[in-house]
């Protein structure tokens, strides 16, 4: 890796990879460990009107289909965001104050849709089976029932007056709205300024390109009931 300032630090990781020593996920098994796989919406907003998975539970090899309602009849909670991190100069606070008028909407997510659908490729319904091609051949087996909303592709979109409703407690899909710095200094630097320059700085959707998916491996150990 060249670091731009006429040095280099040398990978080490090239030999064992190149000479298929690598380990991942997929190499981690235990004794008849069984698979699951994840059955994904079609659309990006939708009510969900109900989930048959009667026909998949029958097929060969299938252990379980899980869906919205297992998990909650399970007492398990969703899955918090924590999108308000501390402030970067005063880490006792967090980064957006509601007493400073911030609107702030950060709601915890269920991993599996319960209702509703609000992003494309939404988790519907979880097949665990004995093989991954058996979970795979019977997810395609549940039957979801779709009552398709509009959706929009682009965030200004989403933003624009009479958008689709992703989230009841975020009017107008706006997540944050917050402002910070002294008001008054910076109105006061604009009105004695010789020039003015107003632009806008969209920022596209980041996503890391792991070489593999999320991946885990558990299992039950009976001496200490983990």
Known sequence: MNTGIGASVRRTEDFRLLTGRGRYSDDKNQPGQAYAFMLRSPHAHAIITSIDTVA???MQGVLAILTARDYDDDGLKPI???ANNNDAVNPKIQAFLESEGA?????AQPPLA????????EGVALVVAETLSQARDAAEHVTVEYDPLPAAGHVMDAIAPGAAQIWDGAPGNICLDATKGDRAAAEAAFAG??????MELPVTRVANCQMEPRAAVAWHDADTGR
């Open 193 to 198: 300024a010789a020039h003015i320059v107003e």
């Open 80 to 82: 918090p965001h924590g």
């Open 114 to 121: 319960r209702d509703k659908i609000r992003f494309g490729g």
């Open 56 to 58: 998949a539970e029958n």
């Open 103 to 107: 609107r702030i909407f950060d709601m």
